[in-house]
C-alpha cells in the first residue's frame, strides 16, 4: 500500500489519443492520479466529469488529472469523445501500476468475490511524493475534495 509522504511510483502508460503518459514528466508541478473500475459506467463517468469541470482550477494551481484503469486505450477515447472529457486517462491492460498502488483488490458484490479497481485518488506533490491519498472513494463530490487539498499544497 502507499502511504502518505512515500515517493510515488513512477509509470509510462498508453493513454488516450494514441500518446503516453510518464508520471516524472509533469515534475515540478503536481498531479492527481485516480484510478477508477471501468469506462462509461455511472460512477466512473460522474468521476471523470466532475475532474474534467474543474480541470482549469487544478491547471491554475499547477496541477495535472491522470485517470488510470485497466480499460483500452480505444476504450479510452470512445469514453473521452462521449462526454467530452478534459482530462488524461491512461490505460494500464496489465495492472503494473494497478498493483504498484496498491488498487488491485479483492472486492465482493452479491456474495461473489472478484479482484478489480479499488476507486482510489493519490495527490502527488512537485516533488513526486504521495501528499493525500484517498482509498474507497465515493465518486460524487469527490473532485471538490481533492481540488481542495492540491489547491492547499
Known amino acids: 500500500m502507499i502511504a502518505e509522504g512515500q515517493t510515488a511510483p513512477?509509470?509510462?502508460?498508453?493513454r488516450d489519443?494514441?500518446?503516453?503518459?510518464?508520471?516524472g514528466s509533469f515534475q515540478p508541478n503536481k498531479v492527481?492520479?485516480?484510478?477508477?473500475?471501468?469506462?462509461?459506467?455511472?460512477?466512473c463517468t460522474l468521476e471523470a466529469q466532475d475532474f474534467t469541470a474543474r480541470a482549469p482550477a487544478f491547471a491554475?494551481?499547477?496541477?495535472?488529472?491522470?485517470?488510470?484503469?485497466?480499460d483500452s486505450?480505444?476504450?479510452?477515447?470512445?469514453?473521452?469523445?462521449?462526454?467530452?472529457?478534459?482530462?488524461?486517462?491512461?490505460?494500464?491492460?496489465?495492472?503494473?501500476t494497478c498493483e504498484d498502488y496498491g488498487v488491485w483488490v479483492e472486492k465482493s458484490m452479491y456474495g461473489k468475490t472478484y479482484?478489480?479497481?479499488?476507486r482510489s485518488t493519490f495527490l502527488i506533490d512537485g516533488e513526486g511524493k504521495v501528499a493525500?491519498?484517498?482509498r474507497k472513494v465515493s465518486a460524487k463530490g469527490h473532485?471538490?475534495?481533492v481540488l481542495l487539498a492540491a489547491q492547499g499544497l
Open 132 to 134: 493525500k491519498v484517498w
Open 32 to 43: 492527481v492520479v485516480y484510478f477508477y473500475p471501468k469506462d462509461d459506467t455511472t460512477g
Open 115 to 118: 479482484m478489480g479497481i479499488e
Open 73 to 96: 486505450v480505444k476504450s479510452h477515447d470512445r469514453f473521452c469523445k462521449k462526454y467530452d472529457l478534459g482530462i488524461i486517462l491512461a490505460s494500464d491492460e496489465d495492472g503494473t
Open 143 to 145: 473532485a471538490e475534495e
Open 17 to 23: 489519443g494514441g500518446l503516453s503518459v510518464s508520471l
Open 60 to 70: 491554475a494551481v499547477n496541477t495535472t488529472v491522470i485517470g488510470i484503469s485497466k
Open 10 to 14: 513512477d509509470f509510462t502508460l498508453p
